[in-house]
């Protein structure tokens, strides 16, 4: 069995029960239990699934209770918000990337996983990894600069080709929104 039909299982377990054991999931795929170890590893780096003191979960991003962005206090709707997961298991949204960004750099300490959802794709994505689109001329009326996640360089490249905006990874938006002194976006929570 290869490792992503593995991973397709191990999601599938997930979602049809609360609660899966690694040993149960070594049982259905008969390989060793390190080998799933392996593999609920990097479906946790993409945010699939949880590891939790009682097994692996799935990630339930309703779960988090308050829908009012941890940095700015806005609302948070679903398209554009990032989920942050701490190293205590509390997690926390905000209204975009722009949020995350800012909000991963006060408590990037505690920080183990940011979990956001694709521009184009709607897909679930690994905001540590993802490719940002910044400052797009498309009017979303959140945050300043715009902060926009993909999955992809291609599909990213493809959406700054026709609304602008320029492309970084994790570690040049940081310091970008960082020190973007136009956002008033906290302005009247500090
Ligand atoms: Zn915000
Ligand atoms: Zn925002």
Not at 104 to 131: C, H, P, W, Y
Not at 151 to 159: D, G, L, M, S
């Amino acid at each position: 069995m290869k490792p992503l039909e593995r991973q397709k299982i191990i999601v599938d377990m997930v979602h049809h029960h609360d609660v899966v054991q690694v040993s149960d999931i070594s049982r259905v795929c008969q390989v060793s239990e390190m080998t799933i170890y392996r593999d609920v590893q990097k479906l946790e780096q993409e945010g699939r699934v949880q590891k939790t003191s009682r097994g692996i979960t799935a990630l339930v991003p309703e779960q988090t209770g308050s829908d009012t962005c941890a940095y700015c206090q806005k609302p948070a709707g679903d398209r554009l918000s990032v989920q942050l997961v701490y190293n205590n298991r509390s997690q926390e949204k905000t209204c975009c990337g722009h949020c995350a960004l800012l909000r991963f750099d006060e408590k990037s300490d505690e920080v183990v996983q940011m979990i956001g959802r694709d521009f184009l794709l709607d897909t679930t994505i690994n905001v540590r990894q993802a490719v940002f689109v910044m400052n797009s001329s498309l009017p979303l009326f959140c945050c300043s600069p715009q902060t926009l996640v993909f999955q992809r360089q291609e599909e990213a490249r493809k959406f700054a080709a026709g609304f602008g905006g320029s492309l970084m990874n994790f570690e040049e938006a940081v310091p970008f929104v960082r020190q973007d002194m136009g956002c008033a976006c906290r302005s009247s929570h500090t």
